[in-house]
Protein backbone atom coordinates (compact mmCIF):
# COMPACT_ATOMS: atom_id res chain seq x y z
CA UNK A 1 0.00 0.00 0.00
CA UNK A 2 1.60 3.37 -1.27
CA UNK A 3 1.41 6.34 1.47
CA UNK A 4 1.78 9.80 0.71
CA UNK A 5 5.00 11.87 1.43
CA UNK A 6 5.23 15.26 3.17
CA UNK A 7 7.12 17.96 1.35
CA UNK A 8 10.50 17.88 1.75
CA UNK A 9 11.73 19.23 4.83
CA UNK A 10 7.94 17.98 6.56
CA UNK A 11 7.59 21.44 7.66
CA UNK A 12 4.23 20.93 8.90
CA UNK A 13 6.39 18.10 11.35
CA UNK A 14 3.42 15.44 10.24
CA UNK A 15 4.08 12.08 11.94
CA UNK A 16 4.92 9.51 9.29
CA UNK A 17 6.27 6.66 10.97
CA UNK A 18 3.32 5.38 13.50
CA UNK A 19 4.30 2.77 15.86
CA UNK A 20 1.93 -0.09 16.26
CA UNK A 21 3.40 -0.71 20.01
CA UNK A 22 4.17 2.30 21.29
CA UNK A 23 8.09 3.43 21.25
CA UNK A 24 8.26 3.56 25.30
CA UNK A 25 6.83 0.26 25.22
CA UNK A 26 9.59 -1.18 22.95
CA UNK A 27 12.28 1.00 25.16
CA UNK A 28 11.33 -0.98 28.47
CA UNK A 29 13.03 -3.87 26.40
CA UNK A 30 16.48 -2.61 24.96
CA UNK A 31 19.58 -4.21 25.95
CA UNK A 32 23.00 -2.17 26.84
CA UNK A 33 23.11 -1.08 23.43
CA UNK A 34 19.37 0.28 23.27
CA UNK A 35 18.10 -2.29 20.87
CA UNK A 36 15.58 -5.07 20.83
CA UNK A 37 16.18 -8.61 19.49
CA UNK A 38 13.33 -8.77 16.46
CA UNK A 39 12.47 -12.65 14.83
CA UNK A 40 10.51 -13.09 12.54
CA UNK A 41 8.36 -15.21 11.61
CA UNK A 42 9.54 -16.37 7.84
CA UNK A 43 13.06 -14.78 8.40
CA UNK A 44 16.40 -16.44 8.08
CA UNK A 45 18.42 -14.23 10.78
CA UNK A 46 17.12 -11.53 13.62
CA UNK A 47 17.24 -8.37 14.12
CA UNK A 48 18.56 -5.75 16.38
CA UNK A 49 16.49 -2.72 16.56
CA UNK A 50 16.65 0.50 18.21
CA UNK A 51 12.52 1.40 19.08
CA UNK A 52 12.82 3.93 16.72
CA UNK A 53 13.16 1.53 13.90
CA UNK A 54 10.11 1.93 11.18
CA UNK A 55 10.14 -1.62 11.14
CA UNK A 56 7.60 -1.50 14.18
CA UNK A 57 5.80 1.01 12.20
CA UNK A 58 2.95 1.91 9.98
CA UNK A 59 3.42 4.53 7.56
CA UNK A 60 0.48 7.60 7.41
CA UNK A 61 -2.13 4.84 8.07
CA UNK A 62 -3.95 6.88 10.15
CA UNK A 63 -4.56 11.14 10.38
CA UNK A 64 -2.23 13.44 12.41
CA UNK A 65 -5.43 14.27 14.49
CA UNK A 66 -5.91 10.74 15.37
CA UNK A 67 -1.93 10.46 15.99
CA UNK A 68 -1.38 13.48 17.99
CA UNK A 69 -4.89 14.00 19.79
CA UNK A 70 -6.51 10.78 20.31
CA UNK A 71 -3.72 8.12 20.61
CA UNK A 72 -1.49 10.13 22.30
CA UNK A 73 -3.33 10.85 25.28
CA UNK A 74 -4.42 7.13 25.55
CA UNK A 75 -0.41 6.47 25.51
CA UNK A 76 0.36 9.03 27.80
CA UNK A 77 -1.96 8.35 30.54
CA UNK A 78 -1.00 4.54 30.36
CA UNK A 79 2.88 5.54 30.25
CA UNK A 80 2.42 7.11 33.27
CA UNK A 81 1.22 4.17 34.97
CA UNK A 82 3.99 1.67 33.86
CA UNK A 83 6.53 4.07 35.02
CA UNK A 84 5.53 3.68 38.35
CA UNK A 85 4.60 0.11 38.37
CA UNK A 86 8.05 -1.08 36.69
CA UNK A 87 9.75 1.44 39.81
CA UNK A 88 7.84 -0.34 42.64
CA UNK A 89 5.37 2.87 42.63
CA UNK A 90 2.12 0.96 42.10
CA UNK A 91 1.56 -2.54 43.45
CA UNK A 92 -2.04 -3.28 42.16
CA UNK A 93 -4.24 -1.19 39.93
CA UNK A 94 -7.40 0.91 40.89
CA UNK A 95 -10.28 1.34 38.78
CA UNK A 96 -9.20 4.72 36.66
CA UNK A 97 -5.79 2.76 36.38
CA UNK A 98 -7.57 -0.39 35.05
CA UNK A 99 -9.44 1.49 32.27
CA UNK A 100 -6.37 3.42 31.27
CA UNK A 101 -4.76 -0.01 30.99
CA UNK A 102 -7.66 -1.39 28.64
CA UNK A 103 -7.36 1.62 26.75
CA UNK A 104 -4.09 0.84 25.47
CA UNK A 105 -4.26 -2.73 25.04
CA UNK A 106 -7.31 -2.02 22.68
CA UNK A 107 -5.33 0.33 20.78
CA UNK A 108 -2.82 -2.07 20.19
CA UNK A 109 -4.78 -4.66 18.85
CA UNK A 110 -7.03 -2.22 16.88
CA UNK A 111 -3.44 -0.38 15.11
CA UNK A 112 -2.50 -4.43 14.59
CA UNK A 113 -5.70 -5.02 13.16
CA UNK A 114 -5.89 -1.81 10.79
CA UNK A 115 -2.36 -2.39 9.88
CA UNK A 116 -3.06 -6.05 8.67
CA UNK A 117 -6.56 -5.22 6.70
CA UNK A 118 -6.04 -1.37 5.80
CA UNK A 119 -9.34 0.63 4.79
CA UNK A 120 -9.43 2.04 1.01
CA UNK A 121 -9.98 5.65 0.58
CA UNK A 122 -13.57 6.90 0.14
CA UNK A 123 -14.84 8.21 -3.21
CA UNK A 124 -17.10 11.08 -3.04
CA UNK A 125 -20.10 11.78 -5.49
CA UNK A 126 -20.42 15.10 -5.50
CA UNK A 127 -19.42 18.26 -7.76
CA UNK A 128 -15.38 18.74 -7.97
CA UNK A 129 -14.76 21.75 -6.15
CA UNK A 130 -13.82 24.84 -7.90
CA UNK A 131 -9.84 24.75 -7.01
CA UNK A 132 -7.45 22.42 -6.03
CA UNK A 133 -5.78 22.28 -2.73
CA UNK A 134 -2.27 22.66 -2.82
CA UNK A 135 -0.18 19.70 -1.15
CA UNK A 136 1.17 22.67 1.84
CA UNK A 137 -2.60 23.83 2.32
CA UNK A 138 -3.56 20.24 2.70
CA UNK A 139 -0.87 19.23 5.11
CA UNK A 140 -1.43 22.56 7.09
CA UNK A 141 -5.20 21.59 7.26
CA UNK A 142 -4.35 18.13 8.45
CA UNK A 143 -1.67 18.93 10.84
CA UNK A 144 -4.80 21.40 12.57
CA UNK A 145 -7.54 18.04 12.29
CA UNK A 146 -9.65 18.64 9.39
CA UNK A 147 -10.24 16.39 6.55
CA UNK A 148 -10.06 16.89 3.14
CA UNK A 149 -10.85 15.73 -0.25
CA UNK A 150 -8.38 15.28 -2.93
CA UNK A 151 -8.89 16.86 -6.54
CA UNK A 152 -10.38 13.71 -7.65
CA UNK A 153 -12.94 13.42 -4.85
CA UNK A 154 -11.24 11.23 -3.17
CA UNK A 155 -10.77 11.28 1.12
CA UNK A 156 -7.74 9.52 1.82
CA UNK A 157 -7.87 6.04 3.36
CA UNK A 158 -5.91 7.70 6.71
CA UNK A 159 -8.77 9.73 7.49
CA UNK A 160 -11.33 7.34 7.22
CA UNK A 161 -8.71 5.38 9.23
CA UNK A 162 -8.66 7.91 11.97
CA UNK A 163 -12.39 8.10 12.29
CA UNK A 164 -12.86 4.75 12.69
CA UNK A 165 -10.69 4.02 15.70
CA UNK A 166 -13.13 6.36 17.39
CA UNK A 167 -15.36 4.09 16.80
CA UNK A 168 -14.48 0.80 17.40
CA UNK A 169 -12.36 2.52 20.80
CA UNK A 170 -15.86 3.34 21.95
CA UNK A 171 -17.31 -0.08 21.11
CA UNK A 172 -14.49 -2.13 22.66
CA UNK A 173 -14.30 0.07 25.61
CA UNK A 174 -17.67 -0.87 26.33
CA UNK A 175 -17.21 -4.62 25.79
CA UNK A 176 -14.59 -4.02 28.24
CA UNK A 177 -16.19 -2.00 30.73
CA UNK A 178 -15.36 -3.01 34.31
CA UNK A 179 -12.15 -5.24 33.36
CA UNK A 180 -9.31 -5.58 35.98
CA UNK A 181 -5.77 -6.69 35.37
CA UNK A 182 -2.83 -8.32 37.48
CA UNK A 183 0.65 -7.32 37.42
CA UNK A 184 2.33 -10.15 36.86
CA UNK A 185 5.99 -10.68 37.53
CA UNK A 186 8.28 -13.40 36.56
CA UNK A 187 10.94 -14.35 39.66
CA UNK A 188 12.92 -17.02 37.11
CA UNK A 189 12.71 -15.73 32.83
CA UNK A 190 11.85 -13.18 30.84
CA UNK A 191 8.64 -12.23 28.80
CA UNK A 192 8.89 -11.59 24.85
CA UNK A 193 6.39 -9.39 23.05
CA UNK A 194 4.40 -10.42 19.90
CA UNK A 195 3.14 -7.67 17.33
CA UNK A 196 0.29 -8.34 18.59
CA UNK A 197 -1.96 -10.08 21.60
CA UNK A 198 -5.30 -10.10 20.41
CA UNK A 199 -5.94 -13.59 21.35
CA UNK A 200 -5.53 -13.27 24.72
CA UNK A 201 -5.85 -9.95 26.83
CA UNK A 202 -2.20 -9.57 28.12
CA UNK A 203 0.10 -6.39 28.14
CA UNK A 204 3.96 -6.97 28.36
CA UNK A 205 5.19 -3.91 30.60
CA UNK A 206 8.89 -4.87 30.58
CA UNK A 207 11.37 -8.21 30.70
CA UNK A 208 10.06 -8.92 34.18
CA UNK A 209 6.68 -8.19 34.26
CA UNK A 210 3.61 -8.11 32.45
CA UNK A 211 -0.11 -7.09 32.49
CA UNK A 212 -2.83 -9.92 32.36
CA UNK A 213 -6.81 -9.04 32.50
CA UNK A 214 -8.75 -10.83 34.31
CA UNK A 215 -5.85 -12.76 36.74
CA UNK A 216 -4.72 -11.46 40.19
CA UNK A 217 -1.35 -9.42 41.27
CA UNK A 218 1.09 -12.44 41.55
CA UNK A 219 4.52 -13.87 40.84
CA UNK A 220 4.96 -16.53 38.46
CA UNK A 221 7.81 -19.38 37.66
CA UNK A 222 9.57 -19.98 34.64
CA UNK A 223 7.09 -22.76 33.69
CA UNK A 224 4.06 -20.32 33.43
CA UNK A 225 6.13 -17.27 31.62
CA UNK A 226 6.95 -19.76 29.19
CA UNK A 227 3.18 -20.66 28.65
CA UNK A 228 2.79 -16.79 27.91
CA UNK A 229 5.52 -16.61 25.67
CA UNK A 230 4.16 -19.60 24.11
CA UNK A 231 0.68 -18.00 23.87
CA UNK A 232 2.66 -14.81 22.20
CA UNK A 233 4.51 -16.24 19.58
CA UNK A 234 1.78 -18.77 18.51
CA UNK A 235 -0.45 -16.13 17.65
CA UNK A 236 1.78 -13.32 16.59
CA UNK A 237 1.76 -12.28 12.56
CA UNK A 238 4.93 -11.33 12.24
CA UNK A 239 7.56 -11.25 13.85
CA UNK A 240 7.83 -10.85 18.39
CA UNK A 241 10.68 -9.44 20.17
CA UNK A 242 12.21 -9.06 23.63
CA UNK A 243 15.78 -8.31 25.16
CA UNK A 244 17.28 -11.32 24.74
CA UNK A 245 15.19 -14.33 23.39
CA UNK A 246 18.08 -16.66 24.90
CA UNK A 247 16.14 -15.71 28.18
CA UNK A 248 12.63 -16.07 27.52
CA UNK A 249 11.51 -19.71 27.40
CA UNK A 250 8.69 -20.66 25.12
CA UNK A 251 6.52 -23.52 25.99
CA UNK A 252 4.00 -24.19 22.44
CA UNK A 253 0.75 -23.37 22.26
CA UNK A 254 -0.94 -23.92 25.96
CA UNK A 255 -4.33 -23.20 26.94
CA UNK A 256 -4.32 -20.12 29.54
CA UNK A 257 -7.91 -20.68 30.96
CA UNK A 258 -7.58 -21.10 34.76
CA UNK A 259 -4.05 -21.47 35.22
CA UNK A 260 -3.42 -18.76 37.29
CA UNK A 261 -6.11 -18.40 39.11
CA UNK A 262 -5.42 -17.98 42.79
Given at each position: MR????????????TIDQHIFPKACISRFTDGQGTVQVRRINGDQDLWLTPSNSYFCARRLWDQKAEAMFMKSIEDRFQNIAKKIVAGAIVTLDTEMNAAVTDMYLLW????????????????????????????????LEANGYIFALPDNTIPSRFMTGVRFVIDMDRERQRMAGKTWGIVKSTE???????????????????MITLMEGHPDQHIDFKLV??????????????YFARNIKCCPILKHVALNGMFDG
Amino acid sequence: MRHPKPQKGNPHKLTIDQHIFPKACISRFTDGQGTVQVRRINGDQDLWLTPSNSYFCARRLWDQKAEAMFMKSIEDRFQNIAKKIVAGAIVTLDTEMNAAVTDMYLLWTLRHERFVSPLPDVKLSMVQPERELSVDTQEILEANGYIFALPDNTIPSRFMTGVRFVIDMDRERQRMAGKTWGIVKSTEAEFLVPDNFSAYSILPLSPMITLMEGHPDQHIDFKLVADINGQAVHGCHHYYFARNIKCCPILKHVALNGMFDG
